[in-house]
């Protein structure tokens, strides 16, 4: 069933065991399935494409934060494998823009690097390196040239 959590790591890398209460969550199995399915064509056809491993089935979900102030906020939140998830993960990249540009693949390489031990496209990770939203942010208003 669906919980919260399920275990605490403390300071010394010991797991604490004691579980906490689990809520069972409202609704029938099959409104979950439509919603995880759904998910997954979001990665495989949708707009977190680049979200997508080799070999694994991601289900995930994109955003736009609206920034009054500036550039919007790319988020995504996403899990994997669908069938047995073994890490949930979200981001927000600020000033990104969409979702699925930056937030989906930034959570792409995490997952595949905790669900395989490395990352094969090595193109998606420098992109991911290379970007400096900062300075876009600094120079739409006016600090860089400062």
Known sequence: PPHFLNAVKAEDGSWIPERYKQVKAPGSPAHYD???NAME?????????????????VCGKTGTVENKAGADHSVFM?????NNPKIA???IV???GFGGTWSAPICSLMMEYYLK??????SKMQRILDAN???EVEEKSGEANE
């Open 41 to 57: 064509q979001v990665v495989i056809s949708g707009t977190a494409r680049r979200a997508r491993i080799d070999s694994i089935s």
């Open 133 to 135: 939203f900062q300075k």
């Open 89 to 91: 993960i979200a981001a």
């Open 34 to 36: 439509l919603v995880v």
């Open 94 to 96: 600020e000033n990104a």
């Open 78 to 82: 996403a899990f994997a494998p669908k």
């Open 117 to 122: 031990g490395s990352i094969k496209k090595q």
